[in-house]
């Protein structure tokens, strides 16, 4: 796995994908949109082993400060309506080189899925002239998390939506109190223009103790933007911009739970990448066949833990038909 080239893994990742398009498996979400959502994960830390891959942080333990060392990668995930699929990742080559690595990531990703994606999504750390830059000039758009990391225009837009009346949607229990700004100058360039929308929920909870409704306010978040909003309503702004978190939960959680993508095959820098691009391979092979061949009714019957182990007594019996007959 050290001696083999990554890039021929992402040459089979992206022709899975084309496949799954050409037969309809993926598609967009409301109006046509579909999300490239990039975003960071640490993979693995030690204080013992390390690589020439490995970062390097002082941590403080019982025992005094000692060196841990760590992989980071960034990863780039496609978001359609139901079903999204990781494209490809990035190994970080230093502790603050997040952006670094996710423009390289970028870059590549879009001359490989260029005519795949319209929009580019990231948290706060995102919301930077680099990115920003970079995704324009590519003629797509983007929407990232503002937080205090970009003060200046999160303190024009808040005051600005101080006096607006919000947009209200209710949905089952929960009501949410929309607000946006138009027009607000970037961060680099006057005559750029950003909007910012913000989004807060509240829920209604029936406490079990007493059986009292209660509201429930939660937190207030805050994305720029360079969608207008005359282009895109704002409702169908905030649930494009919440579909960041799927790299989380459907992505990074589902890779690291059902298969084991930070275990340590071999601790070695190009071993580490191509393990990973192969676990992602498997998992996108296997959420096609399980979303797109298996039919909903024995969906519901049955757990995809057992489908797995299904597939994998099947690979034991054919490896044991192979060492037999060899
Ligand atoms: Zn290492």
């Known amino acids: 796995m050290s001696s083999v080239d990554g890039d021929e893994i992402r040459v089979v990742l992206s022709q899975v994908f084309r496949k799954l398009k050409r037969n309809k498996g993926f598609s967009p979400m409301s109006a046509g949109h579909v999300a490239l959502v990039i975003d960071g994960h640490e993979s693995h830390t030690s204080c013992f082993r390390c690589c020439d891959g490995c970062l390097e942080r002082e941590i403080d333990t019982r025992s005094g ?31 603050d080189g997040e952006i670094t690595a996710a423009l390289a990531l970028y870059e590549r990703v879009h001359r490989a899925y260029s005519r795949s994606y319209d929009i580019v ?13 970079a995704v324009l000039a590519n003629g797509k758009q983007i929407i990232t998390v503002l937080k205090g990391n970009c003060k200046t225009l999160l303190d024009e837009a808040t005051k600005l939506m101080e006096h607006q009346a919000p947009a209200i949607r209710k949905k089952k229990s929960t009501s949410q109190e929309i607000r946006e700004v138009s027009d607000c100058p970037s961060w680099w360039d006057d005559e750029i223009k950003i909007c910012v929308v913000s989004c807060r929920d509240t829920k209604k909870v029936k406490r079990q103790l007493t059986g009292e409704i209660e509201e429930v306010v939660g937190k207030k978040w805050f994305w720029a933007s360079s969608l207008s909003i005359d282009d895109i309503d704002v409702f169908r702004f905030v649930d494009i911009a919440r579909k960041r978190w799927t790299i989380e939960n459907e992505g990074f959680n589902n890779l690291v739970t059902n298969w084991h993508a930070d275990h340590v095959y071999r601790h070695e820098d190009n071993a580490f990448e191509n393990f990973s691009l192969l676990t992602i391979l498997a998992a996108n092979i296997f959420q096609i066949f399980y979303s797109r061949n298996l039919k909903e009714a024995y969906r519901k019957k049955t757990t995809v833990r057992r489908i797995l182990n299904l597939i994998m007594a099947g690979i034991d019996a054919e490896a044991i038909v192979v060492s037999d007959t060899s």
């Not at 999504?121 to 830059?133: E, P």
């Open 65 to 95: 400060t000692r060196t841990q060392y760590y992989h980071r990668h960034v990863a780039a995930h496609l978001v359609g309506r139901d079903f999204t699929y990781m494209v490809d990742i990035e190994p970080q080559r230093d502790s």
């Open 121 to 133: 999504m990231g948290d706060a750390l995102y919301s930077c002239q680099s990115i920003w830059k």
